[in-house]
């Protein structure tokens, strides 16, 4: 079955740029690779999707390696309200599973 | 502000106790999920309605019964839980077939 890996926390400076590695060497051919976030006391929020090209929204960008066995959110200035986990998912297009990382806990330092 | 709406948001019950958690949306979602949330994990799916029929239970015990009375609520109802039972349980929706799942605050559960 395919897996994500993701670092257990990363911290970065507020207003700085973050990079938020996740390796999905298992992943299928019609796998989505989705990020959700979770911040305290909340339930999971979307946060961006892709397949196999890199993808921009207001809230982030996903690059997707070629391979498609490694992706990156990348949030280009981070701020106090991005303090949360954030979860990389393998998505099977043909039904409803998501396959959940661990999380990586995101520490921003103001 | 999520479009999932929850409640209640806390509930403490005792093992013989039986309780619901009720979950609603007005997003025209016809696919309706409950997962289960540990601490520090990430959450773990139990049950998938689509078209307000059960199509996925991920070996769920009995003691955890959904119910989809319709489009726009979803029901989880529970009977003689167990101590190991305490955990947030998220209600979700989405499109069948769309790739954005939206998620309710959760419902902290503890049982005593």
């Known amino acids: 079955d395919a897996k994500t890996t993701q670092p257990n926390s990363m911290e970065s400076n507020e207003e700085e740029p973050v990079h938020l590695p996740c390796n999905h060497s298992t992943i299928s051919g019609t796998d989505y690779i989705h990020w959700y976030r979770q911040l305290p006391s909340q339930g999971p929020e979307y946060v961006i999707h892709?397949?196999?090209?890199?993808v921009n929204n207001r809230m982030a960008s996903l690059a997707i390696a070629e391979d498609r066995k490694s992706s990156t959110l990348i949030l280009h200035r981070a701020t106090l309200r991005d303090a949360a986990v954030y979860y990389c998912?393998?998505?099977?297009?043909?039904?409803?599973?998501?396959?959940w990382g661990a999380g990586t806990k995101l520490i921003i330092k103001p | 502000d999520t479009e999932v709406t929850q409640t209640p948001k806390h509930l403490v019950m005792g093992m013989t106790n039986k309780k619901s958690l009720k979950c609603e949306q007005h997003?025209?979602?016809?696919?309706m999920y409950w997962y289960k949330q540990k601490a520090k994990k990430p959450p773990e799916l139990m049950f998938v309605y689509s078209y307000e029929k059960l199509s996925i239970n991920e070996s769920v015990p009995s003691r955890f019964s959904p119910e989809c009375p319709n489009s726009s609520l979803l029901n989880l109802h529970l009977h003689a839980l167990q101590p190991e039972d305490s955990a947030l349980y998220l209600c979700?929706?989405?499109?069948?077939?769309?790739?954005?799942?939206?998620f309710g605050e959760g419902s902290w559960l503890t049982v005593v």
């Open positions: 979700a929706s989405s499109r069948t077939g769309g790739n954005t799942i939206y």
């Open positions: 997003m025209g979602h016809r696919a």
């Open positions: 892709g397949l196999t090209s890199n």
């Open positions: 998912i393998l998505r099977d297009d043909s039904n409803y599973q998501l396959i």
